[in-house]
């Protein structure tokens, strides 16, 4: 529930973005209108929205509910058998303002009627000195791009005096790496010359040029990654401490399965200061959530201030010290800065596993294994959401589709095998071993984006029940490497029950036992495995399994994590700020160019497939983000309504029919053959036009309405 309060406060942020929207589409309009009076074009209308008119005002006429468009020919006609003046308008009508100003009901755009104009009529021309066809074709070209040009130089004012005031925004700094990523086993082009032996990028690089681009803020890695071309890598430049130079890397981006966009696998900088919570149902998340992960107590909004008696500067100490402790308690103190309430935890440590890459959908996806023995998929117990479709949190999936006992890669490629149809999955439901669990069998349906509505996770710490270990893995040089338990795992359902006759209940426990097992650094080593069939009577057979000095250095090399997600401290921010008028012109200017060429390339990206159609945001869309960026603060709303008056600018004047850059472009015509396009090719032109327009709008609104329900 988000109560009533919240409700209200969403409301008022959605008031605010509607308030500024409109804003925005009247500067642009005011561009059209200003131009066309003076290029001596009578202007017939000056609207906001869409729709029947609300609230109309004509000078001469006063103000009026709904439009005064009917008044004013009568006014025309009663007048038009009396004597006319100099100019020849009839006499009474004279002072009477042609122009009618307009609030419309759909507050979603706006238009400037001029005489003779008619974007859905190209053939509704007037002969009227004062219509638009008797302007120049010059000065109709400058009543045209006016819209854009206000909205340009709008966005660059609203940039300037957000610099001035400063925005605070996530610096260029590299938070975590995801140790499966490409960011993670890229090598520098200068490594060697540095002295650096070690891969990747680590936490802490300050990023100093991306695509030879400048990066002022965290997103301009994200937006600069997601922007390239296809096939292309980014290139990068960091500075890292220590480091007696820039270490320039080339790394070849992913596309995310979480945003689908191209990804390097790298996080923001964060804070120590955990996320502050307002809403009773965060709260209870929090709480239950807290209490998994050993911060019972701790309070939202609390700050890390030490880990092991150490002054934590990061929320990565609790990472470090938990590999240093190799399974032992590490101490973390958090403090409410404001009140001085402190909060001492002992975390327990949870350990790792083998991480590799394997290909899912041609695309690769890492996956935790022990030396290719790979737990089995099952419904997160931890999810915040309950599971949809009959699901339960800890469900053990039996089968799914024709998989039997899939890990997380096959259960995910089987599932979105059947994306849009229906599909039978069994699942293995209560406690105790997983084979003596009540089997359920649920029919679910997979929705378009290949999901059944649950969060993944895997049977490592509650079973020692294996999937089927994958055929092979990439290694860091895009090569294929065979996992270790391939050979003597050929089945998937069966269980480790012991390790060189050590019980190991849970896939941890045969990763202790191994340990226990073999020496680090030998050279080869044999232990004895006892497998149990999944089949009902559940024979026991014993496997002798040889190691080799690679499968005991990565069994070694194992370590061990706080468990604490870093998705629950609040990313670190610095303010962005000018350092005086100039800079701030400056800043503002380059704001301005670097939201052009990103919505330029958007479109270029579309056509080559690095960007969806699914990713553009419609009305709905792009008002629900306004409401989430107006929580940050009002000097953000207007960064965002700068990055919207820039975006509308661009989409203006791109050379399609109905928007102001195809009617340039039939201008541009014009101009060079001495007479318009034909009304015939122009009506097509439109027609067309609206039907791709029209179609654009329907699909972005269906996303942004289906992202907003989360279905």
Same mark, same amino acid.
């Given at each position: 529930?988000? %109560?009533?309060?919240?409700?209200?406060?969403?409301?008022?942020?959605?008031?605010?973005?509607?308030?500024?929207?409109?804003?925005?589409?009247?500067?642009?309009?005011?561009?059209?209108?200003?131009?066309?009076?003076?290029?001596?074009? #009578?202007?017939?209308?000056?609207?906001?929205?869409?729709?029947?008119?609300?609230?109309?005002?004509?000078?001469?006429?006063?103000?009026?509910?709904?439009?005064?468009?009917?008044?004013?020919?009568?006014?025309?006609?009663?007048?038009?058998?009396?004597?006319?003046?100099?100019?020849?308008?009839?006499?009474?009508?004279?002072?009477?303002?042609?122009?009618?100003? #307009?609030?419309?009901?759909?507050?979603?755009?706006?238009?400037?009627?001029?005489?003779?104009?008619?974007?859905?009529?190209?053939?509704?021309?007037?002969?009227?000195?004062?219509?638009?066809?008797?302007?120049?074709?010059?000065?109709?070209?400058?009543?045209?791009?006016?819209?854009?040009?206000?909205?340009?130089?709008?966005?660059?004012?609203?940039?300037?005096?957000?610099?001035?005031?400063?925005? #605070?925004?996530?610096?260029?700094?590299?938070?975590?790496?995801?140790?499966?990523?490409? $960011?993670?086993?890229?090598?520098?082009?200068?490594?060697?010359?540095?002295?650096?032996?070690?891969?990747?990028?680590?936490?802490?690089?300050?990023?100093?040029?991306?695509?030879?681009?400048?990066?002022?803020?965290?997103?301009?890695?994200?937006?600069?990654?997601?922007?390239?071309? =296809?096939?292309?890598?980014?290139?990068?430049?960091?500075?890292?401490?220590?480091?007696?130079?820039?270490?320039?890397?080339?790394?070849?981006?992913?596309?995310?399965?979480?945003?689908?966009?191209?990804?390097?696998?790298?996080?923001?900088?964060?804070?120590?200061?955990?996320?502050?919570?307002?809403?009773?149902?965060?709260?209870?998340?929090?709480?239950?959530?807290?209490?998994?992960?050993?911060?019972?107590?701790?309070?939202?909004?609390?700050?890390?201030? $030490?880990?092991?008696?150490?002054?934590?500067? $990061?929320?990565?100490?609790?990472?470090?010290?938990?590999?240093? $402790?190799?399974?032992?308690?590490?101490?973390?103190?958090?403090?409410?800065?404001?009140?001085?309430?402190?909060?001492?935890?002992?975390?327990?440590?949870?350990?790792?596993?083998?991480?590799?890459?394997?290909?899912?959908?041609?695309?690769?996806?890492?996956?935790?294994?022990?030396?290719?023995?790979?737990?089995?998929?099952?419904?997160?117990?931890?999810?915040?959401?309950?599971?949809?479709?009959?699901?339960?949190?800890?469900?053990?999936?039996?089968?799914?589709?024709?998989?039997?006992?899939?890990?997380?890669?096959?259960?995910?490629?089987?599932?979105?095998?059947?994306?849009?149809?229906?599909?039978?999955?069994?699942?293995?439901?209560?406690?105790?071993?997983?084979?003596?669990?009540?089997? /359920?069998?649920?029919?679910?349906?997979?929705?378009?984006?290949?999901?059944?509505?649950?969060? =993944?996770?895997?049977?490592?710490?509650?079973?020692?029940?294996?999937?089927?270990?994958?055929?092979?893995?990439?290694?860091?040089? %895009?090569?294929?490497?065979?996992?270790?338990?391939?050979?003597?795992?050929?089945?998937?359902?069966?269980?480790?029950?012991?390790?060189?006759?050590?019980? @190991?209940?849970?896939?941890?426990?045969?990763?202790?036992?191994?340990?226990?097992?073999?020496?680090?650094?030998?050279?080869?080593?044999? /232990? @004895?495995?006892?497998?149990?069939?999944?089949? =009902?009577?559940?024979?026991?057979?014993?496997?002798?399994?040889?190691?080799?000095?690679?499968?005991?250095?990565?069994?070694?090399?194992?370590?061990?994590?706080?468990?604490?997600?870093?998705?629950?401290?609040?990313?670190?921010?610095?303010?962005?700020?000018?350092?005086?008028?100039?800079?701030?012109?400056?800043?503002?200017?380059?704001?301005?160019?670097?939201?052009?060429?990103? @919505?330029?390339?958007?479109?270029?990206?579309?056509?080559?497939?690095?960007?969806?159609?699914?990713?553009?945001?419609?009305?709905?869309?792009?008002?629900?983000?306004?409401?989430?960026?107006?929580? #940050?603060?009002?000097?953000? /709303?207007?960064?965002?309504?700068?990055?919207?008056?820039?975006?509308?600018?661009?989409?203006?004047?791109?050379?399609?029919?109905?928007?102001?850059?195809?009617?340039?472009?039939?201008?541009?015509?014009?101009?060079?053959? %001495?007479? =318009?396009?034909?009304?015939?090719?122009?009506?097509?032109?439109?027609?067309?036009?609206? /039907?791709?327009?029209?179609?654009?709008?329907?699909?972005?609104?269906?996303?942004?309405?289906?992202?907003?329900?989360?279905?």
């Amino acid at each position: 529930m988000f %109560g009533l309060p919240g409700i209200l406060g969403t409301l008022a942020d959605l008031g605010v973005v509607v308030i500024g929207f409109g804003l925005i589409i009247f500067v642009h309009e005011l561009g059209h209108f200003m131009a066309a009076k003076w290029a001596r074009i #009578r202007v017939l209308a000056f609207a906001i929205g869409f729709g029947p008119a609300a609230l109309s005002y004509r000078k001469g006429m006063g103000l009026r509910r709904g439009s005064s468009e009917h008044e004013y020919i009568d006014a025309l006609n009663a007048d038009a058998q009396s004597a006319t003046t100099l100019e020849g308008a009839p006499a009474s009508a004279a002072a009477i303002s042609p122009t009618e100003y #307009r609030l419309n009901w759909l507050p979603l755009g706006g238009y400037v009627k001029m005489l003779g104009q008619d974007d859905m009529d190209p053939g509704a021309v007037s002969s009227s000195p004062d219509s638009y066809q008797n302007a120049p074709v010059w000065k109709r070209m400058v009543v045209i791009s006016a819209g854009v040009v206000m909205n340009l130089i709008t966005a660059a004012l609203v940039f300037i005096t957000v610099f001035m005031v400063g925005l #605070r925004v996530e610096p260029a700094v590299i938070g975590a790496v995801s140790p499966t990523s490409p $960011s993670a086993t890229a090598v520098a082009t200068n490594a060697d010359a540095l002295g650096v032996s070690a891969p990747g990028l680590q936490t802490g690089d300050v990023a100093i040029s991306i695509n030879d681009t400048t990066p002022e803020t965290y997103n301009d890695l994200i937006v600069a990654t997601a922007m390239g071309g =296809p096939g292309q890598p980014v290139r990068l430049s960091v500075a890292r401490p220590g480091v007696g130079g820039a270490l320039d890397f080339e790394i070849m981006p992913e596309r995310s399965d979480v945003t689908g966009l191209l990804d390097l696998g790298i996080g923001p900088s964060i804070s120590t200061k955990l996320l502050d919570i307002s809403s009773p149902s965060q709260r209870e998340a929090w709480d239950r959530v807290s209490a998994i992960y050993g911060l019972s107590g701790v309070e939202p909004g609390m700050t890390l201030i $030490s880990v092991n008696a150490v002054k934590a500067s $990061s929320p990565l100490a609790l990472g470090a010290a938990a590999r240093a $402790s190799r399974g032992g308690e590490v101490r973390a103190l958090f403090r409410n800065i404001e009140t001085g309430q402190e909060m001492p935890v002992t975390i327990t440590p949870e350990p790792e596993l083998n991480t590799d890459r394997v290909l899912l959908n041609a695309s690769q996806t890492p996956l935790d294994h022990l030396l290719g023995l790979t737990p089995v998929m099952n419904v997160e117990p931890d999810q915040l959401d309950d599971p949809k479709q009959g699901l339960l949190r800890g469900d053990v999936f039996a089968r799914i589709g024709a998989v039997e006992f899939p890990s997380i890669v096959e259960g995910i490629r089987e599932i979105r095998a059947h994306t849009g149809k229906p599909l039978s999955v069994d699942v293995f439901r209560g406690t105790g071993p997983v084979l003596g669990r009540e089997r /359920v069998t649920l029919n679910v349906e997979v929705d378009r984006d290949g999901r059944i509505g649950f969060i =993944p996770g895997d049977t490592r710490a509650d079973d020692a029940l294996l999937a089927l270990p994958p055929e092979s893995v990439v290694d860091a040089l %895009g090569g294929s490497r065979t996992l270790a338990a391939a050979p003597i795992i050929q089945s998937p359902g069966q269980r480790v029950i012991a390790v060189n006759g050590v019980p @190991t209940p849970t896939l941890i426990d045969v990763r202790d036992a191994l340990r226990a097992a073999t020496a680090p650094g030998a050279d080869n080593a044999t /232990v @004895t495995l006892a497998l149990e069939s999944p089949t =009902p009577q559940r024979p026991v057979r014993e496997i002798d399994w040889a190691l080799d000095a690679d499968a005991i250095a990565r069994l070694h090399e194992l370590r061990w994590t706080s468990g604490v997600p870093l998705a629950i401290f609040e990313p670190e921010q610095v303010l962005l700020q000018a350092e005086g008028p100039i800079d701030a012109v400056g800043k503002g200017y380059r704001q301005t160019k670097r939201v052009m060429i990103s @919505t330029y390339l958007t479109f270029a990206r579309l056509a080559q497939g690095t960007v969806k159609v699914e990713h553009l945001k419609g009305p709905v869309g792009i008002a629900h983000l306004g409401t989430m960026i107006a929580d #940050r603060g009002f000097i953000w /709303v207007m960064f965002f309504l700068g990055l919207i008056s820039v975006n509308l600018a661009v989409i203006n004047f791109l050379p399609l029919p109905i928007v102001d850059g195809g009617q340039f472009l039939m201008l541009c015509y014009e101009g060079l053959r %001495g007479r =318009p396009v034909p009304i015939p090719v122009q009506n097509a032109v439109t027609m067309a036009g609206l /039907v791709l327009i029209g179609s654009m709008f329907l699909f972005v609104t269906f996303n942004d309405v289906k992202a907003l329900l989360g279905v």
